[in-house]
């Protein structure tokens, strides 16, 4: 069966291994917190998205149509959060 978008399911983590990192940035646990793809408008919770690694960072894909919404990088003194593909994050107070 082709996927759609070509990528390889077998490099997919478990979204747990991204859940450290998202709490690590935002303080708080992120894994329930809804988000809203930008690109199909899909909703959903951020734990639900694909998570990749990807060079040396880590890639979030939407679910249903697999563009990614979040990019995290990591360097020695800073994370780079990029998450144009998302049209909201939520953080619960
Ligand atoms: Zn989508």
Known sequence: MEEKTGIDRELMLDA???????YEIFGTEMTA???ECAHC??????????AFTQ???IVLRCSGCENV???IV???????LDARGAVYLRLAR
């Open 16 to 22: 747990n291994a991204a859940a450290g990192l998202l």
């Open 69 to 71: 919404v979040i990019r």
């Open 55 to 57: 060079g040396p960072g």
């Open 74 to 80: 990591q360097t020695p003194d800073a994370i780079y």
């Open 33 to 35: 917190s809804p988000t």
């Open 41 to 50: 408008g899909q909703e959903g919770e951020i734990g639900a998205l694909l």
